[in-house]
């Protein structure tokens, strides 16, 4: 009883859409391997030597080790503060739940450039 | 005292985060607030400036503009993938989930070199367009308001993907069937049937993708080039290049009010559950 | 009433299923099924859930294709036409009515699609909401009307194009005991109306035998008896179409003969009398008799009837009549049934008689 198998139509403009998801993604291994300093598809020759920038230089491993370490601290504190709320909500059903996660999900549609600021605020 | 203990459990499971979020983002705001009122000067100046600033206004008008062209491709593209993804036979389906969910877990700056490694003068598409003979010159894709509005189409589909295709999932098989039973055609079924039932879930989506599209930073500044900029790198230039923090936190307030005026406005469309699908 | 809904018209189509499968991977879910469908008959496909009845609509409205086998429609052969090439008219279980659509945009959808002029659509539309009492109601969405009332709704859709096949599946389920009697009354009375020809699927035994005009019996995917509702329950032609349809008592009997159109054979130490209805193998069988047509004295009936001695264990009242648990000599149970108003009460434990017509009786194989 499949009565609405995908048509030929959708299934068209679906797989344009699947590729346009997919190309930037592949699109970055490619130059990742460019010869040059800027920007740019290899052409005729793979180099390494972004690759080899990564090892060599010492900044770029601490900032990726930096990178980690507050990764995976403020998903620690984030995943405890929203599972303790979670928890809070199921377990108690308060009064004003709706309004209570309405308000914890704000920073979501807080532009994140505002957000910046905010913590700026000394 | 069980409703003393009750009410003390209560707290502590709900007060760390409301606490967290009210010291490290209300209070802030409110001192956002604030400064655009009391910088340089006290009293209205930003925001009669916001009004009257021609670089302001065409800002605003800019972004307007990409936020909606780029909801209106968003929601066209998430439905088609969407549909393949709730209604598609076992290998589409897996399929569509493959190329929704990798993007989506990828960080928004490596998609927007992505996009520039597509589109630059010197990237994919032009150099394969070039090297075919097609184009003797590079095509202007990236830099400008196109690049733009690609790459936040590209980031935002699977935003608007989960609450379409939540919407998809819960309509009820025999009610398709009933109508394939009265003689209705594919299309028309599609028309008059599917897509009107997955109503909710397409305003849900155009709701999200257009407030994340408001205030979209670093897309908009790696694609456009600083030659279209949008309000949330005005925002960020105002502030952290010639300082002027009073014109930022006024943009910065209005840009929130807005949004909560939107969501406010268009709150029963608004299912929190759907936003992850 | 419109001149196209008078009964006996053209519009009813009849229908011959031959040699029907269905197979779901390793799974059977119909076997070999043929079936004749009449013009303009009431047709209920019975049996519990997995017996393949819903499936054998599905296969009659083209949702489903069948396995093997042919479908032909007046003469036609229909198998490989799509359901929306048919148009019958359904009935979903649980309505599958529009959720988005008025009750008068669900009734005029069928009519759009074939692209009737807006007159006529008004004009249609109107009639059926008239015909299954929806005045008032024509503005509202489905969510706000009682499960009644969206009953009302899928018939007036589903019969408002003036389908030749209406089908049905398990639409009564839903609803409460009263509303599922007035329900069932008002199908009948459309059916009476429209003369279209009803196929209904249910799993409920005393809607099948009040509602049809015949009644096919389906288990494990197969179709184990078709015929009139008086014909399966009182001449059921095995066990499980015999026990499916209503409470019945079996009685164990040794030394079955035959002779023409009865048969006789031995319970305890009394010999009982039964209608052939099967062809026998062995000399084993067993007399099967429905709790009704059985009935208590204090000294045994002799003139066409059979009677064996029992002791009542217990009683039941259900009002307009009362059932009586009882137990022979040689411990096979039985339960009796009767009229409340024409007997008096018997006393538990007591010695009593058990009687019926011979012409009630009837012989099924033993175990089967």
């Given at each position: 009883m499949n009565s609405s198998r995908p048509g030929p139509v959708i299934l068209i403009v679906a797989t344009a859409v699947a590729l346009f998801l997919l190309m930037p993604l592949i699109a970055v291994i490619p130059v990742s391997f460019t010869p040059a300093r800027f920007l740019s598809m290899p052409s005729g020759t793979l180099s390494l030597r972004h690759y080899q920038a990564l090892i060599d230089n010492p900044a770029w491993g601490q900032s990726i080790l930096l990178s980690l370490r507050i990764g995976i601290l403020s998903s620690a504190i984030a995943t405890a503060l929203a599972t303790m709320f979670g928890l809070g909500i199921w377990m108690f059903q308060p009064r004003f739940s709706a309004l209570l996660i309405g308000f914890v999900l704000l920073p979501l549609v807080v532009p994140p450039v505002v957000s910046a600021m905010t913590l700026y605020f000394p | 005292m069980i409703g003393k203990t009750i009410t003390s459990r209560k707290i502590l499971l709900l007060a760390p985060l409301l606490l967290f979020l009210g010291l490290a983002y209300v209070v802030p705001f409110l001192g956002v607030v604030r400064w655009s009122f009391t910088m340089p000067e006290v009293g209205l100046g930003q925001y009669r400036a916001l009004m009257t600033d021609p670089l302001v206004q065409s800002v605003f008008i800019r972004t307007l503009r990409i936020c909606l062209i780029v909801t209106a491709a968003v929601l066209v593209t998430a439905y088609a993938i969407a549909y393949v993804w709730v209604r598609g036979s076992s290998v589409q389906r897996m399929l569509a989930e493959f190329c929704i969910l990798v993007p989506f877990w990828i960080s928004v700056l490596t998609r927007a070199f992505g996009w520039l490694a597509m589109?630059?003068?010197?990237?994919l598409i032009n150099t394969w367009l070039q090297s075919a003979g097609v184009i003797s010159e590079p095509l202007a894709l990236a830099r400008n308001e196109l690049g733009v509005i690609i790459g936040m189409t590209h980031f935002l589909i699977p935003f608007a993907v989960f609450p379409i295709a939540s919407a998809m999932r819960s309509i009820d098989e025999r009610v398709l069937l009933a109508a394939r039973g009265m003689g209705a055609s594919r299309t028309r079924i599609f028309w008059t049937v599917f897509v009107p039932l997955t109503y909710g879930g397409l305003i849900g989506a155009a709701l999200i993708v257009f407030v994340f599209a408001l205030g979209f930073f670093v897309t908009p500044a790696i694609l456009g080039g600083g030659r279209s900029v949008m309000v949330a790198e005005l925002v960020y230039l105002r502030i952290f290049?010639?300082?002027d923090w009073g014109l930022g936190a006024a943009i910065s307030v209005v840009l929130v009010l807005f949004i909560g005026a939107l969501l406010a406005l268009m709150r029963r469309f608004i299912k929190p559950a759907h936003l992850i699908g | 009433m419109p001149q196209s809904m008078q009964p006996g018209d053209a519009k009813a189509a009849e229908i011959k299923a031959v040699s029907i499968g269905k197979t779901f991977g390793a799974f059977h879910a119909l076997k070999n099924l043929s079936l004749d469908i009449g013009r303009g008959e009431f047709l209920t496909l019975l049996g519990?859930?997995?017996?393949g009845k819903t499936t054998f609509l599905m296969i009659l409205a083209g949702f489903t294709a069948p396995t093997t086998g042919r479908l032909v429609m007046d003469g036609k052969d229909i198998t490989d036409v799509p359901a929306e090439d048919r148009s019958y008219g359904m009935v979903f279980q649980g309505y599958?009515?529009?959720?988005?659509?008025?009750v008068e945009q669900n009734i005029a959808f069928p009519l759009k699609v074939r692209g009737r002029s807006s007159a006529d659509v008004k004009r249609k539309v109107g009639e059926m909401v008239e015909r299954v009492g929806l005045i008032g109601h024509e503005k509202k969405l489905p969510a706000k009307l009682s499960g009644g009332q969206q009953q009302r709704v899928a018939l007036a859709r589903a019969l408002v194009f003036e389908p030749s096949v209406l089908l049905l599946d398990e639409p009564f389920s839903a609803l409460d005991k009263n509303l599922r009697e007035m329900m069932q009354q008002e199908v009948k009375r459309l059916h009476q109306e429209t003369g279209t020809t009803f196929v209904f699927v249910t799993h409920d035994q005393s809607e099948a035998l009040a509602l049809s005009s015949r009644v096919a019996i389906f288990n494990h995917g197969e179709l184990l008896q078709v015929g009139k509702p008086q014909d399966v329950y009182e001449r059921p032609s095995n066990r499980f179409v015999a026990e499916f349809l209503g409470e019945i008592n079996l009685l164990p009997l040794d030394t079955v003969e035959l002779n023409g159109e009865t048969a006789a054979g031995k319970f305890e130490d009394r010999t009982i009398v039964l209608n052939k209805s099967i062809t026998l193998a062995g000399k084993k069988a067993v007399a099967a008799v429905r709790p009704e047509h059985m009935f208590i004295s204090a000294s045994p009936q002799t003139s066409d009837c059979n009677a064996i001695t029992c002791r009542v264990e217990g009683a039941t009242y259900f009002g307009a009549s009362t059932k009586y648990h009882l137990r022979t000599r040689s411990g096979t149970s039985l339960a009796v049934s009767m009229p409340t108003a024409s007997t008096s009460p018997i006393a538990p434990q007591s010695d009593v008689w058990v009687s019926w017509p011979v012409h009630q009786g009837f012989l099924l194989p033993d175990g089967g």
């Open positions: - | 589109l630059s003068n010197r990237g290049q010639s300082p | 519990p859930s997995g017996s599958a009515l529009f959720p988005h659509l008025t």
